[in-house]
């Protein structure tokens, strides 16, 4: 049994308990049963643990002991239940005896359990049941407990539950008091989560309890006010306030809430404001004993803090805005008052004012040309347009005070408002538009006020023609779903989508609109919407940009909307209007006028010998008014709008402007900014008229950019005042530009040649001279000035000059001229100058000396510029005699331009990257060989001028010598290194050295940092060579020759990088330029190439020094080969004579030529077969007369010498008879062994084939 338990860590602890001591007794000796039970116990991953025996002895497993009991394990284990869970017997041990007695589970779901497992009674929850467990005899001996812990889970639950109902009863628009009274009686719902609770808010230099939960009225911990400074405060002040969380330790008789035992903690949690205000007071949070503060409990308290700030919040705002709302009723009332009093207040003055004028008007003694006649008219219009303006605003006082008395009657709508549209048709007619009702009988009773109704169509029409230029506009009267719908549809401008929810709201105004006046206070719409309303209706409109505007009135039919005590009775419908108010129509007409009488510029006064003011406003009684002020003084023109005005000004710009701010199409302010953007016109001074009164509008008018600001109404004095103060102050500012810019041109001719000009007045001893001079001389004006005459000599004046400028000045006669060079020495730096001087003596009329002047002018630069071109003319003198060596230099060391080669034909093309000049480090060479082979060298010394030239000239006669003796080409880059490390040790050398053998085909090459050599097949594939080494002078010893081999009309090209090589280009993609070059012009004839392959590539000629050399190769004449080796056979030295005699033969070549070299051949192949090995090879070329035999063989590279035979030894006779029947002759090693070859020549005679 107990080797089954060590499989876990509590089955290890139970074989230790002293089992003997317990009632179970020994465990050898328990039953299979309970055996059974204790290691299904072990085994499961589920949290158990089960009692058995009479003392319901304590066993558990793993997960329980890990999940549930804590710090008393292993105690536990082996002890009575009762011991183990004495903290809780009384709620499990029912549950325990009702299994044991009656053999029946039980089932308990997160039930609450105090548990003591970790040092302090623990809140905490479960889910579990409790199983029977029987023994071997079937009788219940113990219990098994399955059990889950929700304890997390319950209790986030419930906080949670506690949030979300705690942010439901405070939001809303509660008072400040009502949110925290709903916010404690949430928290009072929780008491397990929080045993009391207690709000403070600051309340000046106190906190006053706002709100409580779970603690008693009067509880000592929980005063009604606190002062600030109380030191006796049972609470923390201080940080709460400023912001911070503070934990406090709890007297001992703290409410308890629902817990048997009272808190030991709670939390003092700051209110937070809004981001920039202090905390609005702070939460005292009672802490449950029976849960540990940690980050989740502390999370839970810092939330509902939250939520109660924000409810404090969300409650101040709206008592704020309700306050607002209280405020701005009453401002609206205070507003209403004002209007109703001060428009009963106008009606009298207005009385008397147009009273007086009609009956001036009416007056038969007041003549029709009168010019007073036309002032009483303009004050009966407008004394007119300003009572119904005060008529409007009566109107609308008297429906927000509800003061209206209407009278509703019986009308027929129809022939009501026939007469009213009928006011508008003339006009209509006069304004180009047609104007059409179409007013179709009711069926229904329609009772309206008439006035009101009047109102209505009038502002209307009224509006609609002051927003249609083209087009017409159309009224109709129609009956729909019982109510009488009015419609006014004009062609206008439209309404923007933006400005039609604002459009019956009282005082607003639509922006940008175009119209024929921007006059207006605002109220007929919404005079409209109001009558509208109070006749039960509505007001509504549809319109679109550039296309036209609805306005709709609806209005239900009969009586019973309307209040019964001003309802009318009448037995006949009305169907006249009664006295209809002329004053809109007045106005429409008004309107109206200025488009006819302004189709031309009107000038009022036209002469061309007084400034011209040009007028600008909408309102023609004002444009009329300010033109007959200023006519008498000035040439008056008026324009109706801003547009209008731009027109003229650009025609003929006048020399003032005066504007109005508001005015339709274009206003002032962006006539203003139009002026200001020309050029032409940006002078011109404008003045403001506006009805904005008070220093903001002035200041904005003149911020604007124009020259004054007038408010109306202005005097006329004052106006002409003001224009003839603008005039002048144009007039003074035109007068000063022109001075100022006749000065500027004066002193920028001299400073662009340097001039300054002086003068001295002889009688008051002064000196002044201009901006110029001063700048030469490095002195302010003021020092100048104050050095007066003689002294500006002696301070200007280099010293050893001054002595012969005296000298010069003293010599001066009256109306003379001089002219001396000198020097001066600048104030302001010291700098010595060179000038050149002109001076004249000035005299009176008695020919007396009274003024010295004259010009001085700074001619530094002048002589510097002529030292500098001798100088400059010396250099280039001596680099011409550089030159001419340096060019000869070049021309001696560059081969000659044509080569006259067996096997090769050669083109070579040289271009120096400085033009002019055939000095530079790029090299090549074209070297003969011996038995026909070429070779090939290319390099490029680092930098141009004699030096390169110097260092490229030695290695091209290096290379030259150690061609000679027939080296490997990395042999002779090998001798070139070193040479170059002893020439200069700082100088890098790039080359390439190939040699081209006809006899082998090939191209064997090595490469010393030089650019890639490229080899053109016969078939055109360009092949780009790119073994090679470190450049010459770094250490080029582990370099090698490289075999290629080349076919007959292959091209082989060597060039060097200033033909590849580009400023911000990579020189692979150069290379890849020449390669595609190639590519298309290898199969060309050679003879041009390189040039045309130059010009290619660099169609703006080169940055850097250019060779390129390009060898074609071209077959022998005639070729035979014969090898020694035939299928493993070695053929014998008469084969070889034999062959040789016949090919010679067949190719002509004299009798004795033939023998000679028979012989020879004998001798190379008798002394290849004893010494080399069995690759023998025989090869006979010709060429014209010449004849050349090569004999190649494997053998080692130690070479044959020619010597005199002896008696003794035979050895090198051959060699010699070799020698003495050749022309010329050679031994040279080969990739394989090494190679003997014999030419001979003969004087070939004309026509006998040879």
Same mark, same amino acid.
């Given at each position: 049994?107990?080797?089954?338990?060590?499989?876990?860590?509590?089955?290890?602890?139970?074989?230790?308990?002293?089992?003997?001591?317990?009632?179970?007794?020994?465990?050898?000796?328990?039953?299979?049963?309970?055996?059974?039970?204790?290691?299904?116990?072990?085994? +499961?991953?589920?949290?158990?643990?089960?009692?058995?025996?009479?003392?319901?002895?304590?066993?558990?497993?793993?997960?329980?002991?890990?999940?549930?009991?804590?710090?008393?394990?292993?105690?536990?284990?082996?002890?009575?239940?009762?011991?183990?869970?004495?903290?809780?017997?009384?709620? /499990?041990?029912?549950?325990?005896?009702?299994?044991?007695?009656?053999?029946?589970?039980?089932?308990?779901?997160?039930?609450?359990?105090?548990?003591?497992?970790?040092?302090?009674?623990?809140?905490?929850?479960?889910?579990?049941?409790?199983?029977?467990?029987?023994?071997?005899?079937?009788?219940?001996? %113990?219990?098994?407990?399955?059990?889950?812990?929700?304890?997390?889970?319950?209790?986030?639950?419930?906080?949670?539950?506690?949030?979300?109902? =705690?942010?439901?009863?405070?939001?809303?628009?509660?008072?400040?008091?009502?949110?925290?009274?709903?916010?404690?009686?949430?928290?009072?719902?929780?008491?397990?989560?929080?045993?009391?609770?207690? *709000?403070?808010?600051?309340?000046?230099?106190?906190?006053?309890?706002?709100?409580?939960?779970?603690?008693?009225?009067?509880?000592?911990?929980?005063?009604?006010?606190?002062?600030?400074?109380?030191?006796?405060?049972?609470?923390?002040?201080?940080?709460?306030?400023?912001?911070?969380?503070?934990?406090?330790?709890?007297?001992?008789?703290?409410?308890?809430?629902?817990?048997?035992?009272?808190?030991?903690?709670?939390?003092?949690?700051?209110?937070?404001?809004?981001?920039?205000?202090?905390?609005?007071?702070?939460?005292?949070?009672?802490?449950?004993?029976?849960?540990?503060?940690?980050?989740?409990?502390?999370?839970?308290?810092?939330?509902?803090?939250?939520?109660?700030?924000?409810?404090?919040?969300?409650?101040?705002?709206?008592?704020?805005?309700?306050?607002?709302?209280?405020?701005?009723?009453?401002?609206?009332?205070?507003?209403?008052?004002?209007?109703?009093?001060?428009?009963?207040?106008?009606?009298?003055? #207005?009385? #008397?004012?147009?009273?007086?004028?009609?009956?001036?008007?009416?007056?038969?003694? =007041?003549?029709?040309?009168?010019?007073?006649?036309?002032?009483?008219?303009?004050?009966?219009?407008?004394?007119?347009?300003?009572?119904?303006?005060?008529?409007?605003?009566?109107?609308?006082?008297?429906?927000?005070?509800?003061?209206?008395?209407?009278?509703?009657?019986?009308?027929?709508?129809?022939?009501?408002?026939?007469?009213?549209?009928?006011?508008?048709?003339?006009?209509?007619?006069?304004?180009?538009?047609?104007?059409?009702?179409?007013?179709?009988?009711?069926?229904?009773?329609?009772?309206?006020?008439?006035?009101?109704?009047?109102?209505?169509?009038?502002?209307?029409? +009224?509006?609609?023609?002051?927003?249609?230029?083209?087009?017409?506009?159309?009224?109709?009267?129609?009956?729909?779903?019982?109510?009488?719908?009015?419609?006014?549809?004009?062609?206008?401008?439209?309404?923007?989508?933006?400005?039609?929810?604002?459009?019956?709201?009282?005082?607003?105004?639509?922006?940008? !609109?175009?119209?024929?006046?921007?006059?207006?206070?605002?109220?007929?719409?919404?005079?409209?919407?109001?009558?509208?309303?109070?006749?039960?209706?509505? !007001?509504?409109?549809?319109?679109?940009?550039?296309?036209?505007?609805?306005?709709?009135?609806? /209005?239900?039919?009969?009586?019973?909307?309307?209040?019964?005590?001003?309802?009318?009775?009448?037995?006949?419908?009305?169907?006249?209007?009664?006295?209809?108010?002329?004053?809109?129509?007045?106005?429409?007409?008004?309107?109206?006028?200025?488009?006819?009488?302004?189709?031309?510029?009107?000038?009022?006064?036209?002469?061309?010998?007084?400034?011209?003011?040009?007028?600008?406003?909408?309102?023609?009684?004002?444009?009329?008014?300010?033109?007959?002020?200023?006519?008498?003084?000035?040439?008056?023109?008026?324009?109706?709008?801003?547009?209008?005005?731009?027109?003229?000004?650009?025609? +003929?710009?006048?020399?003032?402007?005066?504007?109005?701010?508001?005015?339709?199409?274009?206003?002032?302010?962006?006539?203003?900014?139009?002026?200001?953007?020309?050029?032409?016109?940006?002078?011109?001074?404008?003045?403001?008229?506006?009805?904005?009164?008070?220093?903001?509008?002035?200041?904005?008018?003149?911020?604007?950019?124009?020259?004054?600001?007038?408010?109306?109404?202005?005097?006329?004095?004052?106006?002409?005042?003001?224009?003839?103060?603008?005039?002048?102050?144009?007039?003074?500012?035109? /007068?000063?530009?022109?001075?100022?810019?006749?000065?500027?041109?004066?002193?920028?001719?001299?400073? #662009?040649?340097?001039?300054?000009?002086?003068?001295?007045?002889?009688?008051?001893?002064?000196?002044?001279?201009?901006?110029?001079?001063?700048?030469?001389?490095?002195?302010?004006?003021?020092?100048?000035?104050?050095?007066?005459?003689?002294?500006?000599?002696?301070?200007?004046?280099?010293?050893?000059?001054?002595?012969?400028?005296?000298?010069?000045?003293?010599?001066?006669?009256?109306?003379?001229?001089?002219?001396?060079?000198?020097?001066?020495?600048?104030?302001?730096?010291?700098?010595?100058?060179?000038?050149?001087?002109?001076?004249?003596?000035?005299?009176?009329?008695?020919?007396?000396?009274?003024?010295?002047?004259?010009?001085?002018?700074?001619?530094?630069?002048?002589?510097?510029?002529?030292?500098?071109?001798?100088?400059?003319?010396?250099?280039?003198?001596?680099?011409?005699?550089?030159?001419?060596?340096?060019?000869?230099?070049?021309?001696?060391?560059?081969?000659?331009?044509?080569?006259?080669?067996?096997?090769?034909?050669?083109?070579?093309?040289?271009?120096?990257?400085?033009?002019?000049?055939?000095?530079?480090?790029?090299?090549?060479?074209?070297?003969?060989?011996?038995?026909?082979?070429?070779?090939?060298?290319?390099?490029?010394?680092?930098?141009?001028?004699?030096?390169?030239?110097?260092?490229?000239?030695?290695?091209?006669?290096?290379?030259?010598?150690?061609?000679?003796?027939?080296?490997?080409?990395?042999?002779?880059?090998?001798?070139?290194?070193?040479?170059?490390?002893?020439?200069?040790?700082?100088?890098?050398?790039?080359?390439?050295?190939? /040699?081209?053998?006809?006899?082998?085909?090939?191209?064997?090459?090595?490469?010393?940092?030089?650019?890639?050599?490229?080899?053109? %097949?016969?078939?055109?594939?360009?092949?780009?060579?790119?073994?090679?080494?470190?450049?010459?002078?770094?250490?080029?010893?582990?370099?090698?020759?490289?075999?290629?081999?080349?076919?007959?009309?292959?091209?082989?090209?060597?060039?060097?990088?200033?033909?590849?090589?580009?400023?911000?280009?990579?020189?692979?993609?150069?290379?890849?330029?020449?390669?595609?070059?190639?590519?298309?012009?290898?199969?060309?004839?050679?003879?041009? #190439?390189?040039?045309?392959?130059?010009?290619?590539?660099?169609?703006?000629?080169?940055?850097?020094?250019?060779?390129?050399?390009?060898?074609?190769?071209?077959?022998?004449?005639?070729?035979?080969?014969?090898?020694?080796?035939?299928?493993?056979?070695?053929?014998?030295?008469?084969?070889?004579?034999?062959?040789?005699?016949?090919?010679?033969?067949?190719?002509?070549?004299?009798?004795?030529?033939?023998?000679?070299?028979?012989?020879?051949?004998?001798?190379?192949?008798?002394?290849?077969?004893?010494?080399?090995?069995?690759?023998?090879?025989?090869?006979?070329?010709?060429?014209?007369?010449?004849?050349? *035999?090569?004999?190649?063989?494997?053998?080692?590279?130690?070479?044959?010498?020619?010597?005199?035979?002896?008696?003794?030894?035979?050895?090198?006779?051959?060699?010699?008879?070799?020698?003495?029947?050749?022309?010329?002759?050679?031994?040279?090693?080969?990739?394989?062994?090494?190679?003997?070859?014999?030419?001979?020549?003969?004087?070939?005679?004309?026509?006998?084939?040879?």
């Amino acid at each position: 049994m107990e080797r089954s338990w060590s499989s876990s860590e509590v089955g290890r602890d139970l074989s230790v308990v002293d089992w003997a001591a317990t009632t179970l007794g020994p465990s050898e000796g328990w039953s299979q049963s309970l055996k059974t039970a204790v290691r299904i116990l072990l085994s +499961s991953k589920f949290s158990m643990w089960m009692a058995w025996g009479p003392e319901l002895t304590f066993f558990c497993n793993d997960s329980y002991r890990r999940d549930t009991l804590g710090k008393k394990y292993p105690w536990a284990l082996g002890r009575p239940a009762s011991e183990v869970w004495s903290e809780i017997w009384d709620d /499990i041990a029912p549950r325990i005896d009702t299994v044991m007695t009656t053999g029946e589970a039980t089932w308990d779901e997160s039930l609450q359990l105090l548990l003591e497992r970790s040092g302090f009674v623990e809140e905490t929850y479960h889910t579990f049941s409790y199983s029977p467990l029987a023994d071997d005899d079937g009788h219940v001996e %113990g219990m098994l407990c399955v059990v889950s812990e929700v304890t997390d889970q319950a209790i986030s639950t419930r906080r949670m539950t506690t949030l979300r109902d =705690l942010a439901a009863r405070t939001s809303g628009h509660l008072t400040e008091t009502e949110a925290v009274a709903a916010a404690v009686e949430q928290i009072e719902t929780d008491p397990l989560s929080l045993p009391f609770a207690l *709000v403070y808010l600051r309340d000046g230099d106190t906190v006053r309890l706002a709100g409580t939960a779970g603690t008693p009225e009067g509880h000592r911990l929980a005063p009604v006010r606190i002062a600030l400074d109380d030191p006796a405060s049972p609470w923390p002040l201080a940080e709460p306030l400023a912001g911070r969380t503070v934990l406090v330790d709890l007297p001992d008789d703290a409410p308890p809430g629902p817990w048997d035992r009272p808190p030991t903690q709670a939390v003092a949690v700051p209110l937070a404001g809004a981001a920039s205000e202090e905390p609005y007071g702070f939460l005292v949070a009672g802490l449950s004993r029976y849960r540990p503060l940690d980050e989740t409990y502390g999370g839970f308290v810092d939330l509902v803090a939250g939520q109660i700030a924000g409810s404090i919040t969300a409650a101040r705002t709206f008592e704020g805005e309700k306050r607002r709302a209280e405020t701005l009723a009453r401002l609206d009332q205070a507003k209403t008052d004002f209007f109703t009093n001060v428009s009963h207040e106008f009606r009298t003055p #207005l009385t #008397l004012l147009l009273g007086p004028t009609e009956d001036a008007l009416r007056d038969p003694a =007041l003549d029709p040309d009168d010019p007073q006649r036309g002032r009483f008219e303009v004050i009966e219009r407008n004394g007119q347009r300003l009572l119904q303006l005060v008529n409007s605003l009566l109107d609308f006082s008297r429906l927000e005070a509800g003061g209206i008395t209407s009278h509703f009657e019986p009308v027929d709508l129809g022939r009501v408002t026939e007469p009213l549209v009928a006011m508008f048709e003339s006009a209509a007619t006069q304004a180009g538009l047609t104007l059409t009702a179409d007013l179709e009988p009711l069926r229904g009773e329609a009772y309206v006020d008439v006035e009101h109704w009047a109102k209505i169509v009038l502002n209307l029409l +009224s509006n609609a023609f002051k927003f249609t230029f083209e087009g017409g506009i159309a009224v109709t009267l129609r009956e729909e779903d019982g109510e009488a719908v009015l419609t006014v549809v004009d062609t206008g401008c439209g309404i923007s989508a933006v400005e039609l929810p604002h459009l019956f709201e009282r005082f607003h105004r639509v922006r940008g !609109a175009v119209a024929r006046t921007h006059e207006g206070s605002g109220v007929g719409l919404a005079l409209v919407a109001e009558l509208a309303e109070l006749h039960g209706g509505s !007001a509504s409109v549809e319109s679109t940009v550039d296309v036209g505007t609805a306005m709709t009135v609806r /209005i239900p039919l009969g009586r019973g909307h309307l209040p019964s005590a001003e309802v009318v009775e009448s037995p006949e419908p009305r169907t006249d209007i009664g006295a209809a108010p002329a004053g809109i129509v007045s106005e429409v007409w008004r309107w109206i006028q200025p488009a006819i009488d302004s189709a031309t510029p009107q000038t009022v006064v036209a002469d061309s010998s007084r400034p011209r003011v040009l007028v600008v406003d909408d309102n023609d009684d004002m444009r009329s008014y300010v033109a007959g002020l200023l006519s008498d003084l000035y040439s008056v023109s008026s324009a109706a709008d801003g547009l209008d005005a731009l027109e003229q000004i650009q025609q +003929s710009p006048p020399d003032l402007v005066i504007s109005d701010v508001t005015m339709p199409r274009l206003d002032g302010f962006g006539l203003l900014a139009r002026l200001q953007a020309e050029p032409r016109t940006t002078s011109i001074p404008v003045i403001m008229l506006s009805a904005r009164a008070g220093e903001e509008g002035t200041v904005e008018g003149l911020e604007a950019g124009a020259a004054d600001y007038l408010v109306k109404p202005f005097a006329a004095r004052e106006l002409l005042a003001r224009v003839r103060v603008n005039l002048e102050l144009d007039r003074v500012r035109r /007068i000063r530009a022109t001075l100022e810019r006749s000065e500027a041109l004066l002193d920028q001719a001299q400073r #662009l040649a340097k001039v300054g000009s002086w003068e001295v007045d002889l009688r008051l001893r002064t000196v002044t001279g201009s901006d110029e001079l001063l700048r030469v001389l490095g002195y302010t004006r003021r020092e100048f000035e104050e050095l007066g005459y003689p002294g500006v000599l002696t301070g200007v004046i280099h010293p050893d000059d001054l002595e012969r400028v005296e000298g010069e000045l003293a010599a001066l006669e009256v109306n003379d001229v001089t002219a001396y060079d000198m020097r001066v020495v600048r104030r302001a730096d010291g700098v010595e100058r060179h000038v050149s001087v002109r001076a004249a003596l000035v005299g009176d009329e008695d020919g007396e000396a009274v003024v010295l002047q004259g010009s001085l002018q700074d001619v530094t630069e002048q002589r510097a510029a002529e030292q500098a071109l001798a100088a400059a003319r010396a250099r280039e003198e001596a680099a011409q005699r550089e030159h001419s060596i340096a060019e000869e230099l070049q021309r001696s060391l560059l081969p000659a331009d044509t080569f006259d080669l067996e096997h090769l034909d050669v083109a070579t093309f040289y271009r120096a990257g400085v033009e002019g000049t055939y000095v530079g480090g790029d090299w090549y060479d074209i070297i003969e060989l011996a038995d026909g082979r070429t070779a090939f060298v290319m390099g490029d010394v680092m930098g141009r001028g004699v030096r390169a030239a110097s260092v490229m000239g030695q290695l091209r006669s290096a290379a030259r010598a150690y061609a000679s003796l027939d080296l490997a080409p990395h042999e002779v880059l090998t001798h070139l290194d070193k040479l170059v490390e002893e020439l200069s040790g700082d100088q890098i050398v790039t080359c390439v050295y190939g /040699i081209f053998d006809p006899a082998e085909e090939t191209l064997c090459y090595a490469n010393a940092g030089h650019l890639p050599p490229l080899l053109v %097949g016969r078939e055109g594939i360009v092949r780009r060579l790119t073994e090679g080494g470190p450049p010459l002078g770094t250490g080029y010893a582990d370099g090698r020759s490289e075999p290629v081999a080349v076919d007959t009309g292959s091209l082989i090209v060597f060039y060097t990088d200033g033909l590849v090589e580009h400023r911000g280009e990579n020189i692979d993609d150069g290379i890849r330029r020449l390669e595609r070059e190639l590519d298309r012009r290898g199969r060309e004839s050679i003879v041009g #190439l390189p040039e045309a392959v130059v010009d290619a590539l660099l169609p703006d000629g080169p940055d850097d020094d250019v060779a390129i050399l390009m060898a074609r190769v071209g077959p022998a004449d005639l070729v035979a080969t014969l090898s020694m080796l035939r299928e493993g056979v070695t053929l014998s030295v008469a084969d070889a004579r034999a062959f040789v005699m016949s090919q010679l033969d067949a190719w002509d070549v004299p009798e004795d030529v033939v023998r000679d070299l028979a012989l020879v051949s004998s001798e190379l192949v008798t002394n290849a077969l004893v010494h080399g090995g069995d690759h023998v090879r025989l090869r006979l070329e010709r060429t014209g007369a010449r004849v050349v *035999v090569l004999v190649d063989d494997d053998a080692e590279e130690r070479l044959p010498t020619s010597r005199d035979p002896s008696d003794d030894d035979e050895s090198g006779r051959g060699l010699h008879i070799v020698e003495a029947l050749s022309d010329e002759w050679g031994i040279r090693p080969t990739g394989r062994g090494k190679s003997i070859w014999s030419a001979r020549t003969w004087r070939s005679t004309e026509g006998d084939g040879r």
